[in-house]
């Protein structure tokens, strides 16, 4: 690994989604964006939904990311274990409006007095909110 790059991996609870050596990396955490170059120093932090940019030398790479942790490691590592990441042009716009208009249904029969988890409805309604986002963005 040269010192002009970053050791860098994505893993969700299904599968390794992403690993290379980067230029750098911008990404969502929970106190805000922050962008990540090698030789960064060590950081924890908590990923929240929205937009990742990896750049490599072949390009940047735009990905919807929610929820998760990230690790800046003092060897210009950094490993991000993400609920859920999805490259921008592979998101399925359709499918993702789908299951936001499945979670807002839900959270209007929670309203009528059904008991429903407000927190993980809404939490979904946001994860799929940033797919569409995301996915509308980058969209050929």
Do not use: W
């Not at 790059?5 to 911008?26: A, D, G, H, W």
Request: glycine share 6%; no cysteine.
């Amino acid at each position: 690994m040269s010192t002009q790059t970053l050791k860098f991996i994505i893993i969700t609870p299904e599968k390794k989604v992403y690993e290379n050596e980067i230029l750098q990396v911008t990404i969502p955490t929970t106190s805000g964006e922050i962008t990540v170059l090698p030789g960064h120093i060590p950081l924890i932090s908590v990923l929240q939904a929205g937009e990742m940019k990896i750049k490599d030398k072949d390009g940047e790479h735009p990905y919807a990311v929610s929820g998760g942790f990230l690790e800046v490691r003092s060897n210009s590592e950094l490993v991000i274990l993400a609920d859920r990441a999805e490259r921008a042009d592979s998101i399925d716009i359709e499918r993702a409006q789908e299951a936001r208009q499945r979670a807002e249904e839900e959270m209007t029969k929670a309203k009528a007095g059904e008991d429903v988890d407000y927190a993980r409805l809404q939490a979904l309604i946001d994860k799929e909110m940033n797919r569409i986002r995301v996915g509308n963005k980058y969209r050929k």
